[in-house]
T-cell receptor
Framework: DAGVTQSPTHLIKTRGQQVTLRCSPKSGHDTVSWYQQALGQGPQFIFQYYEEEERQRGNFPDRFSGHQFPNYSSELNVNALLLGDSALYLC????????????FGSGTRLTVV | AQSVTQLGSHVSVSEGALVLLRCNYSSSVPPYLFWYVQYPNQGLQLLLKYTSAATLVKGINGFEAEFKKSETSFHLTKPSAHMSDAAEYFCAVMGNGNKLVFGAGTILRVKS
């Protein structure tokens, strides 16, 4: 049973560029949440997608946007990258009906130079 | 709004000693609480969760946590530390809309 798959695992971008991160949820899950984990900090909630719509959003600027596809996979897009966007980006999938069964991927390490 | 505070950014124990990682929460509603472990360059793995059933929750790898409403605490314990327990541990509470709110984390070091 495949868990949550994230790609790429690492990438390096230059300030001002745009980046797209991808997430495939665990089989059977229909909800995807994205978290940003800066070095030495706990993960911070970015947003959550269900039925291809953004359902919740954390305290992140509009430069952060996302998308969910009919197969429940998701993308996180960040525009106009800043040095402070350097972090580990984690994707978590779950069932909308609840059950508290969150499964996290291994993350994408983004470095902005 | 829900929040958690983890006391101690670093904890060091000897192999075989008791592990105690502290977490206090703030919540205006009955909380759902979680402990996750993160090994270097990896994602988060769920250790255990409290969802208003038994107050003593047993998890994987010999860890357990006790929910104490009077103390607003959910401390993580393990009777005997193993070298493989060295990692970073995060306490989290479920916020509005099923999002997780994490603490800052505690790095556990296990000395041989």
């Amino acid at each position: 049973d495949a868990g949550v798959t994230q790609s790429p695992t690492h990438l390096i971008k230059t300030r001002g560029q745009q980046v797209t991160l991808r997430c495939s949820p665990k089989s059977g899950h229909d909800t995807v949440s994205w978290y940003q984990q800066a070095l030495g900090q706990g993960p911070q909630f970015i947003f959550q997608y269900y039925e291809e719509e953004e359902r919740q959003r954390g305290n992140f600027p509009d430069r952060f946007s996302g998308h969910q596809f009919p197969n429940y996979s998701s993308e996180l897009n960040v525009n106009a990258l800043l040095l402070g966007d350097s972090a580990l980006y984690l994707c978590a999938s779950s069932l909308h009906t609840g059950g508290f069964g969150y499964t996290f991927g291994s993350g994408t390490r983004l470095t902005v130079v | 709004a829900q929040s958690v505070t983890q006391l101690g950014s670093h904890v060091s124990v000897s192999e075989g000693a008791l592990v105690l990682l502290r977490c206090n929460y703030s919540s205006s509603v009955p909380p759902y609480l979680f402990w996750y472990v993160q090994y270097p360059n990896q994602g988060l793995q769920l250790l255990l969760k409290y969802t208003s059933a038994a107050t003593l929750v047993k998890g994987i790898n010999g860890f357990e946590a006790e929910f104490k409403k009077s103390e607003t605490s959910f401390h993580l314990t393990k009777p005997s530390a193993h070298m493989s327990d060295a990692a970073e541990y995060f306490c989290a509470v479920m916020g509005n809309g099923n999002k997780l709110v994490f603490g800052a984390g505690t790095i556990l070091r296990v000395k041989s």
